[in-house]
């Protein structure tokens, strides 16, 4: 019988496995071959898989009733070349790291607000101009 992740990987797509429930709050995903994390067994099954990571500090993230929120809970991608963040980075220890890394992508950061950033948990882009 054929399982989900045969079906995945005969569609060019490889499932990697992460003990992280909150795996996606814990990933901004720049392109198919580059994410942000803070996370580090995250970071360790992506550098093992190929996909070159980012690692930052927690920290810096809004989110209410926790000490701190997570970089994937707070921004999404908003087009091919273009992440949206909730609010500004100003207040995340990785700012500098964070823009430089996008810059080196050729990608675009925006924020939403003047706030700091917040985690919303997940933001599901439902259509792109360009992706």
Do not use: W
Request: with cysteine; aromatic share 8%; glycine share 10%.
């Amino acid at each position: 019988m054929e399982k989900a992740s045969d079906k995945l990987m005969l569609s060019g797509r490889k499932i990697i496995n992460v003990k992280q429930g909150y795996a996606k709050c814990s990933v901004c995903a720049v392109d198919e071959k580059h994410v942000i994390t803070d996370d580090i067994g995250i970071r360790s099954a992506c550098e093992k898989n190929g996909i070159e990571c980012l690692y930052v500090s927690k920290g810096g993230i809004i989110l209410e009733g926790f000490d701190h929120g997570f970089i994937g809970g707070s921004c999404f991608k908003a087009d091919k070349n273009l992440i949206a963040f909730t609010g500004t980075l100003k207040n995340h220890p990785d700012e500098y790291a964070i823009m430089k890394y996008l810059e080196k992508l050729r990608t675009e950061a925006v924020f939403l607000t003047e706030e700091p950033c917040f985690d919303v948990g997940s933001v599901i882009p439902l259509k792109t101009t360009s992706l």
